[in-house]
């Protein structure tokens, strides 16, 4: 069994990474923290969680991490870093959810998190945790920093595009929504139910920090100069994510070679689902599972190809993909324990 521990177990991701590996059947939950909650039971706090986890959060400093074989960092951004020198030194593998790890180039993660970057060689050694396009370095990686979410979809959106080669590169807009939870758990007035609820709102329009890292990667796909406007939106719901990404084809291609460069791309992935040209796929359609849903259309048969793609913020954009990477990492099948089905209605 996989000794887990968990940093971070009373935000939205630590409690979703703790109804995952609750039933993973290859895992044993070992440590979870809290600095505010140490010592309660996790089911007192969490009563979905009632006779599947008996252990109590305990304070970072308490929790025998160091006993782990991987702890997950379910933390703001400048935690794991703190933590991880001493995590694998004791030869615990780190998979953070937050940015430490994510960003390549540390000016680039100093100047978006406002931070300095306290360990720069193991930035250069983590592998970037989105599995469909990074298995390989995250099979052999002892630190994986994983994806934000919004990147999730439109790495996954637009790399068979990217890859094949057939649309201008230098000007891709990605017009991307997200649930509420996205924000986290911590009290904030703009996620207030009063301020959220019957309500929609644009934010980050002239700067987001997942648009550098989402430069970052997609840059790696093509030898072409890469340019992005990524709008994200906050929607009154709790759980989801709907990014509609516009790319303008350079290349004579039909629709149905559009399709099968998807098709193709993802015809093996367990959670890449490519739905029938011209689709419009809901969030409902990937709630609490990993599943990452993508259609493609082609508005007017014209020179525009327009891709929506749907997920869970917390599972594929957060404490799925997270699990995902775990799965490689210690040589599982990649879906083991993630193979729930949605939620609907
Ligand atoms: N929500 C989402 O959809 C996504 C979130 N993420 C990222 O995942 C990370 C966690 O997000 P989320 O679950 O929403 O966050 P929350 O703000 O809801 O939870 C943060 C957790 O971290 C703990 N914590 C806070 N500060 C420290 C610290 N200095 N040392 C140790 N523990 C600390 C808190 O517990 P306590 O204070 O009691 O110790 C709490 O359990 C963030 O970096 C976020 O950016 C990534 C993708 C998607
Ligand atoms: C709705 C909402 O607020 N979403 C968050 C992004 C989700 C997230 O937590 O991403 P990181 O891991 O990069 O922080 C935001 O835009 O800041």
Request: net charge neutral; hydrophobic share 40%; proline share 6%.
């Amino acid at each position: 069994m996989i000794k887990v521990g968990i940093v971070g177990g009373t935000g939205y991701t630590g409690v979703e990474l703790l109804r995952i590996l609750a039933t993973h059947p290859e895992v044993k939950l070992t440590a979870i923290t809290s600095r505010k909650e140490d010592g309660l039971p996790v089911a007192d706090m969490f009563p979905s969680l009632r006779g599947r986890v008996d252990l109590a959060f305990s304070s970072p400093d308490k929790a025998k991490l160091t006993e782990c074989d991987v702890v997950f960092f379910a933390t703001p951004h400048g935690v794991a870093m703190a933590q991880a020198p001493e995590l694998l030194a004791a030869g615990v593998k780190v998979i953070d959810l937050a940015a430490d790890f994510r960003l390549q180039d540390i000016a680039s993660f100093e100047k978006w998190y406002k931070m300095p970057h306290s360990c720069p060689e193991l930035l250069k050694e983590a592998a970037y945790g989105l599995v469909e396009l990074n298995r390989d370095a995250i099979r052999k990686a002892r630190i994986v920093g994983n994806p934000g979410c919004y990147p999730t979809t439109m790495q996954l959106g637009l790399a068979p595009l990217l890859k094949a080669g057939v649309i201008d590169a230098s000007h891709l807009i990605a017009d991307c929504k997200s649930g509420v939870s996205g924000a986290g758990r911590k009290a904030e007035v703009a996620t207030l139910f009063s301020e959220a609820g019957d309500n929609f709102k644009a934010y980050g329009v002239s700067g987001h920090r997942h648009s550098p890292e989402t430069l970052e990667r997609l840059s790696k796909l093509t030898a072409d100069k890469v340019g992005l406007l990524f709008t994200p939106h906050l929607v009154p719901m709790i759980r989801g994510m709907h990014s509609t990404l516009y790319a303008r084809l350079t290349k004579d291609i039909d629709n149905a070679a559009l399709q099968a460069l998807f098709e193709k791309a993802y015809k093996d992935e367990p959670f890449v689902d490519v739905m029938p040209f011209g689709s419009h796929p809901e969030t409902r359609s990937t709630r609490a599972s990993n599943m990452l849903r993508i259609a493609i259309h082609r508005p007017n048969d014209g020179d525009t190809v327009v891709v929506l793609v749907v997920q869970d913020n917390l599972v594929k954009g957060a404490s799925g993909q997270a699990v995902q990477c775990m799965n490689l990492m210690f040589g599982l099948d990649e879906s083991t324990g993630l193979m729930h089905v949605p939620i609907l209605p």
